[in-house]
């Protein structure tokens, strides 16, 4: 087995153990009472003239941003297992054992059994990454599957300790107050409303693009998307007719219909591509090319790109879930986190 394999069979392993024994943000429920730090509060004056937090975080940009997400997914995770802890710890006070022997007492009955078809599947999944024949990476596969298993089993216990002794978490994440103006669609009373500044030139918008309508999908009623306009210049030359040829379609109420045939589709962004895409979804031919070639909607783009600088947005995509931003084509398990934490604080 070369040293590669090794190295990714031991990462397998290193990352069930992990997350079985420290949680993450996703695990800390309830509802918190908390206020959250408004935009407008004052920092400072300055000859009787305030400066406001909105006005010192924007002067900051991304990295403030940036910073306040670390300190707070450094806090929820040291809280998360604070938690846990004391919740170990009262379970096995009232169980008359100490806190391992409760933990093993769940974890270890009945030693859980990691089947040949099981270690197939993994195998098959992860040949390519894997590069080596099954029977030399098969017993740490196994090892990976069992340590899979005692996860599972451990956070089965935490959830139904948490339901016990009634936890309410009270850590406010850091937000911004984002307005959810533009093209969206989900119901406007959904808990859930998640702001995505995004370039149809960009090619992770692309790769975010079923990610989000599989949420649109799994959290159906649940979630609200609004689409804001953020075309990288200086990066992506067709970006900003592109965008303005959405909101001419937005125009004839088919905004969607053209955002999914450009994210769907091969071809160019040039204006002339443009004009054929929104023929092939039945906009009025007419009325859309005199729409794009007025620019017509430039200056509604130029917003829109304003209001992301703001809140310190530099590349796209950039979505803010209830005001909890996330940069870049985050993965589906990362935006499903997020978005169930705030279910469970009962929307913001």
């Known amino acids: 087995m070369n040293s590669r394999t090794v190295l990714y069979i031991l990462a397998l392993v290193v990352v ?4 079985w024994g420290i949680a993450t943000s996703t695990r800390g429920g309830g509802t918190g009472d908390a206020t959250p730090t408004t935009a407008s509060e004052v920092l400072a004056t300055v000859g009787g003239e305030e400066i406001t937090r909105n006005e010192v975080e ?40 100490d806190r391992d022997e ?11 059994v990691a089947t040949e078809a099981q270690i197939d599947s993994v195998y098959e999944d992860f040949r390519e990454q894997i590069n080596a024949p099954r029977d030399s990476v098969g017993p740490q596969i196994e090892a990976y599957l069992l340590n899979q298993a ?18 309410v978490n009270y850590l406010e994440p850091p937000r911004f107050e984002v307005t959810a103006t533009g093209p969206a669609k989900g119901p406007e009373s959904a808990p ?23 949420v649109m999908d799994d959290y159906d009623g649940r979630v609200r998307l609004v689409f804001r306009q953020f075309p990288l210049h200086a990066l992506h030359p067709n970006a900003q007719k592109a965008a303005e040829a959405s909101l001419c379609a937005d125009e004839q109420g088919k905004f969607w219909e053209l955002h999914d045939a450009i994210f769907e589709g091969s071809g160019g962004l040039d204006v002339a591509s443009l004009k054929t895409r929104a023929a092939e979804i039945g906009l009025d031919e007419e009325a859309f090319g005199s729409c794009l070639d007025s620019g017509e909607f430039a200056e509604q783009v130029a917003a829109d790109v304003a209001a992301g600088r703001a809140l310190g947005v530099s590349g796209t995509p950039a ?10 084509a985050q993965p589906y398990d990362v ?4 978005i169930d934490d705030e279910l469970r604080r009962g929307g913001a």
């Open 16 to 19: 069930a153990l992990f997350t």
């Open 58 to 97: 924007t002067n900051a940009g991304a990295q403030l941003s940036q910073l306040r997400s670390q300190i707070y997914d450094l806090t929820d995770q040291a809280l998360t297992q604070t938690i846990d802890g004391k919740m170990l710890d009262l379970e096995a006070e009232k169980r008359g054992v």
């Open 102 to 112: 409760l933990v093993s007492a769940v974890v270890d009955s009945n030693p859980p």
């Open 150 to 167: 005692r996860r599972a089993r451990f956070d089965s216990l935490m959830t139904s300790l948490r339901d016990e002794y009634k936890v």
């Open 192 to 214: 859930v409303t998640i702001v995505e500044f995004s370039d149809f030139e960009c090619p992770f918008c692309k790769r975010i693009y079923p990610t989000l309508n599989q």
């Open 319 to 328: 979505l803010f879930i209830n005001g909890r931003f996330l940069s870049g």
């Open 335 to 338: 935006i499903a986190r997020v």
